[in-house]
């Protein structure tokens, strides 16, 4: 969705809009040839992720009077310089497996 479009829809949500500023805040219709481009199903991708996670716990042991978990503590400026995308998982669980996944799926018109 375009800036203009959002802006028309903030403006009328708002109760800010007059009927003169929203039509004037919309973009240009399209003509029917570009609509025709972009007929329903045409140059549709399709993208499928299948992941298969696995964990194994065994011969673990709690004893009541001794449990200790610990915390999580992430100290100012730890994610300075991170670019990307992040898939962070924190655990501070006794006998327990934490599994995180992540699928990034990117599709770029051919031109």
Do not use: C, R, W
């Amino acid at each position: 969705m375009n800036k203009a479009v959002i802006s028309a829809a903030l403006l009328l949500l708002t109760g800010g809009a007059q009927a003169g500023d929203l039509k004037a805040s919309l973009p240009k219709a399209l003509s029917a040839n570009e609509l025709g481009t972009m007929s329903g199903g045409a140059n549709t991708n399709v993208a499928v992720s299948s992941q298969t996670l696995s964990a194994l716990n065994s011969g673990n042991q709690v004893n009541a009077d001794s449990v200790v978990t610990g915390d999580v503590t992430i100290a100012s400026g730890a994610f300075n310089g991170f670019n990307g995308i992040g898939n962070f998982v924190f655990n501070t669980g006794n006998n327990n497996n934490v599994q995180g996944t992540l699928s990034v799926t990117i599709l770029a018109p051919a031109h």
